[in-house]
């Protein structure tokens, strides 16, 4: 069993910076993929960063120049840097990974971005 437990949620006005944590019950090496998600009231989730095997960091199109996934393997730790946040950043966000073909996901962070 692996567990996935995000931190550093909470109330931000607009134009303003969050970080967001995920704590791993394991190496994070261990992960093939790992990934951040989110999920806005009255929307569907969506993928807002990863980092695959390969160390190839993706965004979506929505974040992409704002936010910033990382990872600390020494403290089993992935970050979600947001900067420059908008209203429409405000959702649930997820820390999720995969170790060969099975996922782990946390229970989520609240953001809420309001002025």
């Known amino acids: 069993q692996v567990d996935l437990v995000e931190s550093g949620g909470g109330s931000v006005q607009p134009g303003g910076p969050l970080r967001l944590s995920c704590a791993a019950s394991?190496?994070?090496?261990?992960?093939?993929?790992i990934a951040w998600s989110r999920q806005a009231p009255g929307k569907q989730r969506e993928l807002v960063a990863s980092i695959n095997v390969g160390g190839k960091l993706t965004y979506a199109d929505s974040v992409l120049g704002r936010f910033t996934i990382s990872r600390d393997a020494g403290a089993n730790k992935i970050y979600l840097q947001m900067d420059s946040l908008m209203p429409e950043d405000t959702a649930i966000y997820y820390c999720?990974?995969?170790?060969?073909?099975?996922?782990?996901w946390g229970q989520g962070t609240h953001v809420t971005v309001s002025s």
């Open positions: 394991d190496n994070i090496f261990n992960f093939n993929f």
């Open positions: 999720s990974g995969n170790i060969l073909s099975r996922s782990y």
